[in-house]
């Protein structure tokens, strides 16, 4: 709490040893939506602590890791590992779209641009995609195949990679560019 106090609260869908969700967003309406790693359902906490589910259209073995909320107040989900982009909406609609690049372990991060663009993060490979404000994906290349986890939006308005196992970050004016879209 804000004041300092640690607590608890019962989750309604748990499984031991299996990593259901990886991360989590905060939704405008105070809600804390988990992102559904290996999960077959979402799972929320109310800004009043009422924890609830919900049903997901697509849902597979390390398939989300983080999420991103857009301007409009849609949550995407990161796909880590998933074939399909997947959000739900502000008024609790989950959906999914076509992502033009999807491997293994693709994406483990993302970040809202103030133009309202979504890129999500490389993880190990060399490419970043990119979900702009009126839904079209693309691809932007990056040098090398990196081990990145994760990005943040700099005050000038470049996106740092941050790296993991890298020997060197990028930021979005050395992505920009290389981009292919």
């Known amino acids: 709490s804000s004041a300092g106090v640690v607590s608890t609260y019962s989750l309604i869908y748990t499984d031991s040893g299996v990593q259901k969700f990886r991360g989590g967003v905060l939704a405008p309406n105070g809600d804390i939506h988990f992102i559904p790693n290996s999960s077959a359902v979402g799972q929320k906490v109310s800004s009043s602590g009422i924890v609830s589910t919900y049903s997901l259209i697509y849902e597979v073995s390390n398939a989300y890791f983080g999420g991103v909320l857009a301007s409009n107040g849609d949550?995407?989900?990161?796909?880590?590992?998933?074939?399909?982009?997947?959000?739900?909406?502000?008024?609790?609609?989950?959906?999914?779209?076509?992502?033009?690049?999807?491997?293994?372990?693709?994406?483990?991060?993302?970040?809202?641009?103030p133009n309202g663009d979504i890129y999500f993060i490389a993880s190990e490979h060399s490419i970043l995609q990119k979900l702009n404000s009126l839904g079209v994906v693309s691809t932007l290349s990056i040098i090398g195949n990196q081990y990145f986890k994760g990005g943040i939006l700099l005050s000038n308005g470049d996106i740092c990679c941050i790296a993991c196992a890298s020997s060197f970050g990028q930021n979005q004016k050395q992505i920009d560019s290389l981009k292919s879209l």
Do not use: D, E, M, R
Request: glycine share 10%; charged share 5%; aromatic share 10%.
């Open 75 to 113: 949550i995407h989900f990161v796909p880590h590992s998933a074939a399909v982009g997947q959000k739900i909406s502000a008024s609790g609609v989950v959906s999914t779209y076509s992502l033009v690049y999807t491997t293994t372990q693709a994406y483990c991060g993302g970040v809202l641009t």
